[in-house]
């Protein structure tokens, strides 16, 4: 085992299908050696802060074991960066209370574990591509005539999540649904609140971290949220019936998660006129004497900026004007225009949300749904699929894929 002394991480010539890394371990006597970034001692090596009596990673080697102690299946990298990530009552783990070490530990897990499948990928190609897709033939397709330009390729099969087949597959999917039951009705973006009382309580009993400290208590609370959600949109019909749904969650560089959802729902539930989808969405700021808890929401969550005029260095703001088109204009009712999209109603009330040193009308509230901001208090934007060209922008923002840091 190489004895901690000095670590680095030096990129190497990108890999077809991963980028490699050379990790260099000096002895303390001795030369440097080159150790795998899947070395069981390679965590430990990396973070000496948390790992603080050089404690073993995953390896190979592990295994499950049942109740009477005999093997019963290989412990793979998933499963045992699960179990350490895992809090437990009544006992402390320095590792999760790590702050932002903790989450540079979780990607650089997460590295690991990805690079761990596509080595898998990588040297059983034979299983997921037949010969024809191997070598001189494929190369001339393409237009590689020189022999300089043709390298060796990997495919990547179309499970493994975040690859090209993989949402080029959901995608499909997504048009076939669209094929059965035409246009979605609503497209729908659940965002996590870190004021659930969930996380509140969590955080309560350690002062000192902050929610953006536990990467992993909000994505357990907000997957629990989400199925929720779901079957609060499918039980309660706060749209009417529901014929189909399709979701992606993604996970920014920044920001909390969010989930962005297509609605089909029945014929029976079909919006025919502008006037109807007041009964579903809303853009108006409520008033506060008749519906207090809706305004606090609203006032809360549910608004843009302040930009413009009022903000002109707010990060929306692209070319001297806001890139979400706000603060959107008075409308005394909601209307469709000229190519279907629609123009949500927009009253000048008079009432307000004060933001800073400014006033905050209805022209900079997000469109939402009442009875689904009163159950989850959430930042739940709501919107009407009603333009035709929107569909293909919705179906390529849900199948976009995984973000990307160059």
């Not at 350490?84 to 903790?102: A, K, V």
Request: contains cysteine.
């Amino acid at each position: 085992m190489p004895s901690p002394g000095c670590i680095g991480a030096i990129v190497t010539d990108a890999d077809p299908l991963c980028r490699r890394f050379d990790i260099v371990v000096r002895h303390r006597e001795g030369g440097p050696q080159r150790i795998n970034k899947l070395h069981p001692l390679y965590m430990s090596l990396q973070y000496p802060l948390l790992f603080l009596y050089g404690e073993q990673g995953w390896s190979p080697e592990l295994s499950l074991r049942v109740n009477n102690g005999t093997r019963d299946r290989k412990l793979t990298m998933n499963m045992y960066y699960s179990y350490l990530l895992h809090d437990r009552r009544n006992l402390y783990t320095l590792l999760l209370r790590g702050g932002r070490l903790l989450q540079q530990f979780i990607v650089d897990a997460y590295v690991c574990i990805e690079e761990s499948r596509l080595d898998y990928i990588r040297f059983n190609q034979s299983v997921f591509r037949n010969d024809f897709l191997q070598g001189v033939c494929d190369a001339v397709q393409r237009g590689d005539t020189e022999g300089k330009e043709i390298g060796k390729h990997a495919v990547l099969p179309s499970y493994f999540v975040g690859g090209p087949r993989y949402m080029y597959k959901h995608y499909q999917d997504a048009l076939a649904i669209c094929r059965v039951h035409g246009k979605p009705q609503y497209f729908i973006t659940f965002t996590c609140n870190v004021k659930w009382p969930e996380i509140e309580r969590y955080m309560s009993r350690f002062p000192s971290l902050k929610s953006q400290d536990c990467p992993d208590i909000i994505a357990r609370v907000f997957h629990i949220k989400l199925r929720l959600f779901l079957k609060f949109i499918k039980n309660q019909k706060p749209f009417g019936d529901i014929a189909a749904d399709v979701y992606t969650v993604e996970f920014q560089n920044r920001g909390l998660p969010h989930c962005h959802i297509l609605l089909w729902v029945t014929p029976s539930c079909i919006i025919k006129d502008a006037s109807e989808i007041d009964n579903f969405i809303s853009a108006e700021i409520p008033d506060p004497s008749i519906d207090p808890h809706l305004y606090s929401i609203v006032t809360e969550l549910m608004i843009h900026g302040p930009c413009g005029l009022l903000n002109p260095n707010s990060p929306c703001m692209a070319s001297g004007s806001c890139s979400k088109s706000f603060p959107k204009h008075y409308e005394p009712e909601t209307l469709f225009d000229d190519n279907g999209r629609v123009n949500c109603r927009r009253r000048s009330n008079g009432f307000f949300v004060r933001k800073g040193n400014v006033n905050i009308d209805s022209r900079y509230v997000v469109p939402y749904n009442r009875t689904l901001s009163l159950h989850f208090m959430a930042h739940i934007n709501v919107e009407y699929c009603g333009w035709s060209m929107l569909i293909k922008y919705l179906f390529k923002d849900i199948s976009k894929g995984v973000d990307r840091i160059h």
